[in-house]
């Protein structure tokens, strides 16, 4: 049971193919300003709720997206939380189910909707799934049960008809309205006439009247090696042993399993050796890492390889990121990614949420927060950010009051 009471609604506009228009000299697509956006969904203007609107200057194509940018959205919503019932991100498909992930671990005891959206063809275009997408997202972000609590208190993408936990979720078509997938978790509602809401597969904060906790220190100290056929010494060695990184996510072969070869896990024991995190996903769509299965996998585990069970890479990456940035000690780094076991959430101490488990850890304390201080150069480059927040803030669009 849902009511739509008038709620209000920030609606936050990044930039992507939504928004994007034809540069008639590059004949390329290129963002476009918000008013475009208002003018194609007159539709918007028949909500009862009130919808505001922000604009990131400058607008991006999804794949320029950096972590400040994640770092700015989280300030956003820290600073408007108690001002809307709910949260609505225009975004670019390309990179949508990282920023989905990352702020799904940046945002702790979240108690309303953040759906981040976009679309395949420009919302002025006469197929386009922007609208559809838009209207449905915002109708999701302002549903509320018969408590007046938020139907989804979580970090979703709603694409094509579909919502999704956020950090279950990857791109996997390019062309296809269809073009996200959640392999490893359920839909949390499907929008057909009405929109039906999958209640038990949706998480909610353990205390509906606490406020969030943001965590905006991220550690991107973070490389991707991708197993193949033909991978050579070279190349494994690179990304494993590179001195830039923390962590490397392994992407292996169906349960978790990588080359026997000798020279293959000499390098992950010597990376492994020097205290690197290394986390073990699976290259498969669905399904799970599983290293106790082959003896290959079993030769990572050994070699102090963790699980990454049945994470996205994107899932696993954004885990990783808000982890490390928690704590500068890599062992309790990967005790955290042991005892997060199956979720792709993380296990704390006292039955806060972050990602999509209830956590165990002690609730963010004055003395704990020190851990959570931007790292220097992400600081100043994410301080000048929230400036210019300040700037679009006054320029703030409501659309209905
Ligand atoms: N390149 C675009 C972006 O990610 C693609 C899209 O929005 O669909 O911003």
Redesign the pocket.
């Known amino acids: 049971m849902t009511r739509q009471d008038r709620a209000s609604i920030l609606l936050i506009y990044t930039?992507?193919?939504?928004g994007m228009k034809e540069d008639p000299i590059e004949q390329t697509l290129k963002p476009f300003d918000f008013s475009q956006i208002l003018a194609e969904v007159p539709e918007l203007g028949k909500f009862a709720h009130r919808i505001d609107s922000y604009t990131f200057t400058p607008l991006i194509?999804?794949?320029d997206v950096e972590p400040k940018l994640w770092v700015s959205i989280a300030e956003l919503i820290e600073r408007k939380y108690n001002e809307y019932d709910g949260f609505v991100i225009l975004h670019?498909?390309?990179?949508m189910a990282y920023s989905a992930s990352v702020l799904s671990f940046m945002i702790e005891e979240l108690t309303k909707p953040i759906i981040f959206t976009?679309?395949?063809l420009p919302i002025g275009s006469p197929r386009t799934d922007g609208k559809e997408n838009l209207i449905s997202s915002i109708e999701i972000a302002a549903a509320k049960d018969e408590a007046g609590h938020a139907v989804v208190p979580e970090v979703c993408i709603f694409f094509d008809n579909m919502l999704m936990r956020g950090n279950r979720t990857t791109k996997i078509n390019s062309d296809n309205f269809r073009a996200f997938r959640s392999e490893n978790y359920p839909l949390l509602a499907e929008a057909g006439i009405n929109i039906r809401y999958n209640s038990s597969a949706i998480l909610s904060p353990t205390d509906w009247n606490a406020p969030p906790v943001f965590h905006k220190n991220l550690d991107t100290r973070v490389s991707i090696l991708k197993i193949h056929p033909g991978i050579t010494p070279q190349v494994a060695s690179g990304i494993l042993c590179g001195e830039d990184s923390r962590a490397v996510i392994i992407e292996t072969y169906g349960a978790g399993n990588a080359p026997s070869k000798e020279w293959f896990l000499s390098l992950i024991k010597k990376a492994s050796g020097t205290g690197k995190i290394l986390l073990n996903v699976t290259q498969c769509l669905a399904g799970s890492v599983n290293m106790d299965i082959y003896a290959t996998g079993k030769c990572l585990k050994n070699a102090g390889v963790c699980s990454g069970y049945d994470c996205t890479t994107e899932g696993a990456l954004a885990k990783l990121y808000y982890l490390m940035g928690w704590s500068k000690d890599n062992a309790l780094v990967k005790e955290m990614l042991e005892r997060s076991g199956r979720k792709c959430g993380l296990i704390g101490t006292n039955g806060n949420m972050i990602g999509d488990l209830f956590i165990e850890t002690e609730r963010t304390t004055p003395d704990s927060f020190e851990l959570f201080r931007l790292f220097g150069e992400m600081s100043d480059e994410a301080h000048l950010h929230s400036e210019h927040f300040f700037h679009q803030e006054k320029e703030g669009m409501p659309l209905h009051q």
Not at 15 to 18: N, Q, V
Not at 92 to 95: H, I, K, M, S
């Open positions: 930039g992507g193919t939504i194509d999804s794949s670019g498909t390309d990179t976009g679309s395949q």
